[in-house]
Each structure stands twice: as structure tokens, then as C-alpha cells.
């Protein structure tokens, strides 16, 4: 589903994990000796490796990839253990590309709550404004869409796109075509239930199209990228360049799904990603997504206070109502294109997952 929020599609023959620390971090300090952080490099890399070898044949993986940013304009913990390839291919690097799904959806919803801060739309107007193609939505608005409670299923579970993508998976679907696959149907009065849907991000991304000075959702979120400082990050709405392919660590479809029995044990990471597009078609690697979670949740330098507080203000994943923060009552909560969760043993975070 481009997310593990639902049952997942293809199961990743490599995962790859970010994190940073604010001042503090559980369990160690922010600014740690030179030698705690050889120690805790050490650690992190036995915790790794020997998940790796403890799971790796049960869960398919080929190569776990982790980095941890304990302090701005530090070097980050770079650690990882495996192979590029699931029963052999080179050793697994801290620069190799992993794809990361649904963690594109951060980068389209600040493309969208940048042209707000432009004066370019609102994310509370209706988007029959921006996308008079699709009357039957016109009435639903970007902020319900981005939530995931604008009351539309996700066409990535439809019977009509496993037969598509089974039927072709090399061949480049538009957007359009994704979303019509479940037009015109609003299968919830929206506002009043959460539900994942990658079809309102596709939509958000048509908008961003529209609605930019570009008139091109691939350069805007390129423009983002690199405002954002990313050296190893990249988007395509259908296949990335050889450059970037090549440091793109296999991936390998293990479900059953209804129709996907010719893909099992295959590598899907050729396949083309015209499927996903706005709603999680990024390649990164782990180091990039610290930097990018600083950026997201720390100062101001992809937003302006009024759509940070957007971006970050959360429904809950029970209610679909307004919450101010996760609790014991409300541990899951959805901002726009963002995650938080409240838990026992790690205290409140924002997270996010992403798989394709």
C-alpha cells in the first residue's frame, strides 16, 4: 500500500531506518564523548547485524540500513549490515538507494503547503477550484485529502489495479488514469473516518501541478529536494535514470495479493513506480532522511509558521477527529503527510513508513 499503516505489497528484500535526537535522546546524550559514540556506533551495528542474522531468511531480507543524527551539523551514525541483493550481490553501503514509499508523502504536502504560503491555494478550499476534472470530488478540500480523511478508498486496492499492474508492470500509468480507477465513488462522509488512501495524494499532486508556477509536480518536488539540502534523494514518476537505479538495493514481492502469484520471489525494483508517484516513489537513503526530518520538524526552512502548524496538526487514526497530540487514548494520530504515535516504552515521536 506504499505504507506499512496498511498491509503491505511488496516486501522489501532491504529496509532502511532514520532517526535523530532533539537535545536529548532515550538512552543517550545528544553530544555524547568521542568515545560513547564509538561505542554507540559499535552497539548499533551489533543490534543490526544480529537481526540480520536472527530474521533475516523468516522476514526476507537481504540488508538492514541505519543512521542516526544526534546533533545538527554533526556526522550522523551511518551502520548497516547485508547485501544488495537477497542470497548474495555486493556488500551493502551506507550511500546505496533504498526506496521509501510512503515517506514521499511529507515531501508532497509541503509542495502543497508551499503554494499556500504563496497565496496559490488554500488547503480548506474546495479542490474543484484547482482540479475541475473531477466534479464529482470538487466539494472535498487538500487538508481532508493530505489527513487521510477525505472519505476515499486508495485505488491500490481496487481489482482493477491488481489486474492493471499485474497485466503490465513496466508500463508507465498517468495519474489520472490511477485515480479514475476509483472515480467517482466517496465511499465515507469525509471528516468522519480515517482511512489510508494514496488517492488523495495523487490528487494533492495533480493540484500542485495546476497550481505551481512549474505546471510540473516532478519539478517541484526537485525544487524541494534541493532546498532541503538532499544530495541522495530522488523522484520519478515512472523509471529513475541507470545512475540512480544501480544504487537502488533489491526489493522482493513475498505476499498474496489476489493475482500477483508470477511476481513471488521476484525483484520488483525495475518495475516502473508510475503506480505510486506523489504517493511514494522516492528513492533516499537513511542519512538523507535525517536530514530531511530536520528540516520537516525542526526551524523553519521549508515552512513558514502558519503551514508548519498544518503540516504537524494531527487527526486521530481512531476518530478521525482533531487531536492536539497522541495519548494513552489516542496513540496513533496522522498529521498531513506526517505521523505521530505515543508509546510506553519510547514516550511520544513522530515517525512515518514507508514500503513499495
Given amino acids: 500500500m506504499i505504507s506499512q499503516w496498511n498491509r503491505r505489497y511488496f516486501a522489501a528484500a532491504a529496509v532502511c531506518l532514520a532517526a535523530f535526537a532533539g537535545t536529548t535522546a532515550r538512552g543517550f546524550s545528544a553530544s555524547p564523548a568521542p568515545g560513547n559514540r564509538v561505542a554507540l556506533t559499535q552497539a548499533l551495528q551489533r543490534d543490526i547485524t544480529g537481526y540480520l542474522t536472527k530474521y533475516g531468511a523468516a522476514e526476507h531480507l537481504s540488508a538492514l540500513s541505519l543512521a542516526v543524527s544526534l546533533k545538527p551539523g554533526t556526522e550522523p551514525i551511518d551502520v548497516v549490515a547485508g547485501t544488495t541483493r537477497y542470497g548474495g550481490g555486493q556488500k551493502a553501503a551506507p550511500s546505496d538507494l533504498y526506496q521509501i514509499g510512503s515517506n514521499t508523502k511529507a515531501f508532497t504536502s509541503v509542495a502543497v503547503l508551499q503554494l ?8 480548506d478550499a474546495p479542490i474543484g477550484t484547482y482540479l475541475p476534472q ?149 528513492v533516499s537513503t537513511p542519512e538523507d532522511l535525517t536530514v530531511w526530518a530536520r528540516a520537516l520538524y525542526q526551524g523553519n526552512a521549508l515552512l513558514p509558521d502558519r503551514q508548519k502548524r498544518e503540516l504537524l496538526s494531527l487527526v486521530s487514526t481512531q476518530t478521525a477527529k482533531p487531536v492536539a497530540a497522541t495519548d494513552a487514548d489516542n496513540p496513533s494520530a496522522f498529521g498531513l503527510g506526517v505521523a505521530q504515535k505515543s508509546d510506553k516504552n519510547l514516550g511520544r515521536f513522530w515517525f512515518y513508513q514507508g514500503e513499495t
Fill in 134 to 282: 473531477y466534479p464529482a470530488y470538487a466539494k472535498l478540500t487538500l487538508r481532508r485529502l493530505l489527513s487521510m480523511t477525505g472519505g476515499l478508498e486508495t485505488y491500490d486496492d481496487t481489482s482493477a489495479w491488481y489486474r492493471m499492474f499485474a497485466s503490465a508492470p513496466m508500463r508507465y500509468t498517468p495519474a489520472d488514469q490511477l485515480i479514475r480507477l476509483i472515480y467517482p465513488r466517496i465511499k465515507w462522509t469525509p471528516g468522519t473516518k480515517y482511512s489510508y488512501s494514496n488517492t488523495g495524494y495523487l490528487l494533492a499532486q495533480e493540484v500542485v501541478a495546476a497550481r505551481s508556477k512549474s505546471h510540473s509536480f516532478s519539478a517541484e518536488i526537485a525544487r524541494i529536494i534541493a532546498a532541503a539540502g538532499l544530495k541522495n534523494t530522488y523522484y520519478a514518476d515512472n523509471f529513475y535514470p541507470d545512475s540512480v537505479a544501480r544504487r537502488v538495493v533489491a526489493g522482493y514481492y513475498e505476499n498474496d495479493d489476489p493475482g500477483f502469484e508470477k511476481f513471488i520471489g521476484k525483484n520488483t525494483t525495475p518495475y516502473t513506480v508510475s503506480w505510486a508517484q506523489g504517493a511514494g516513489s522516492i
Fill in 116 to 123: 499556500e504560503a504563496q497565496g496559490r491555494l488554500s488547503i
